[in-house]
């Protein structure tokens, strides 16, 4: 199959290469997909995608005229394609619902640990010989209360990563998690997690249910210095609203791993251009504030994965037979 891959990053060629062992022809494109990158798919059969391509009407639309068939997603997240649209340009969603789990919740894991105990200000300190301990205190993780929203497949290995350290779960789910309740956690309403956390991490999907399900309403509801942790969507958070909460003391520590308008800033080394995005940079002021640019999946075993998934599910598909746990579809979803 002639397969164009979009957004393609060096390590995106490197790994994509190993999988395919030549069975399709991809072409490395380097543009985000979205309508006035779309005819670089002309002639080709599937389009491989990330996170940030737009996949919304008008560019399934354009696709679909240019023949192709396959939106082959690199990632598990969906939130990025209107499903509606690709049903009715007849065109199939496969993804890679699951690659490592481990990686987000271990960078999950670690933006608490480095926020609690301000590893990020002690690197700097510490390479300019100031050894003070003025303004890096922390505090004991045991004993501390964490509530994990969207108790899934990530949800649960942070859980269970936590419950090492000694905290007490509480959970938020519409569908709760046996392996969770099995650790101990605690399933609670969103309001009873949010009033007893004093770290709240969010795991849960982007979806209209989800969107901005972090804003002024609910952080009042939340502890004073309480640390709101980020590693799902961007969208889950109203960054302006966060912002008011890190002025007024109410969030403690913040750690996002995404941003609702990061797609016009990461996987870009954008270090020489002026960033015009206010929000994003008001963030980068604040000295409880850690963000990483949509790294916790990067990891190698993730990224392999990611693209041996990838690969199967372009070949599965060019056979008639496209794996029905990794195929999504606006039918599935109302199910
Ligand atoms: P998953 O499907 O295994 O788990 C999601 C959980 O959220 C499920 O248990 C589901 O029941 C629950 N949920 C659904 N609607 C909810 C709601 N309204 N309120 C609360 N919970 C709800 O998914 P996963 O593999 O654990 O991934 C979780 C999220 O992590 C993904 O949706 C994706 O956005 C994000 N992610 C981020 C990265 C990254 O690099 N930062 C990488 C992979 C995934």
């Keep these: 199959m002639k397969v164009a891959v979009f957004s393609t990053k060096s390590y995106d060629r490197q790994f994509l290469e190993a999988a395919n ?5 991809l072409i490395f494109l380097e543009p985000r997909l979205n309508l006035s990158t779309c005819i670089l798919a002309h002639e080709c059969s599937a ?6 391509d737009e996949l919304n009407r008008p560019t399934i639309t354009q696709l679909a005229n240019e023949g192709v068939q396959l939106i082959a997603l690199r990632c598990a997240g969906f939130n990025n394609v209107d499903l509606q649209a690709a049903k009715d340009c007849n065109m199939s969603v496969l993804r890679v619902p699951a690659y490592s ?4 919740a271990e960078h999950t894991v670690g933006m608490m640990l480095t926020l609690n105990r301000k590893m990020h200000r002690a690197y700097n300190r510490v390479r300019e010989g100031n050894f003070s301990l003025e303004g890096l205190l922390g505090f004991d993780l045991h004993g501390r ?6 108790t899934g497949k990530i949800g649960e290995i942070v859980a269970k990563i936590l419950k090492g350290f000694g905290t007490k779960l509480l959970g938020y789910d519409v569908m709760p998690n046996p392996e969770c309740k099995e650790i101990g956690m605690q399933y609670v309403s969103l309001q009873e997690l949010f009033a007893a956390s004093d770290i709240i991490s969010l795991h849960c999907p982007l979806m209209p249910e989800t969107y901005h399900i972090i ?9 004073d210095g309480v640390m709101l942790i980020n590693t799902s969507r961007g969208a889950l958070i109203d960054a302006p609203a966060v912002v008011a909460a890190l002025k007024s003391g109410k969030i403690g520590y913040l750690g996002l791993d995404v941003y609702e308008q990061e797609a016009d800033l990461f996987f870009e080394d954008l270090s020489t251009i002026v960033i015009q995005d206010d929000v994003f940079q008001r963030l980068l002021t604040f000295p409880n504030v850690l963000i990483t640019g949509h790294q916790a ?4 075993e993730a990224v392999q994965t990611i693209a041996e998934t990838t690969i199967r599910n372009i070949t599965e598909f060019e056979a008639g037979q496209p794996a029905p746990q990794n195929t999504v579809s606006i039918d599935r979803l109302r199910r």
């Design 215 to 223: 804003n002024d309403d609910t952080l009042q509801q939340m502890k």
């Design 297 to 300: 999946f990067f990891t190698a």
């Design 21 to 25: 062992d030549n069975k399709h022809e």
């Design 145 to 150: 209360t964490v509530g994990i929203v969207g």
């Design 47 to 52: 389009v491989c995608v990330f996170v940030n």
């Design 101 to 104: 789990p481990y990686a987000v």
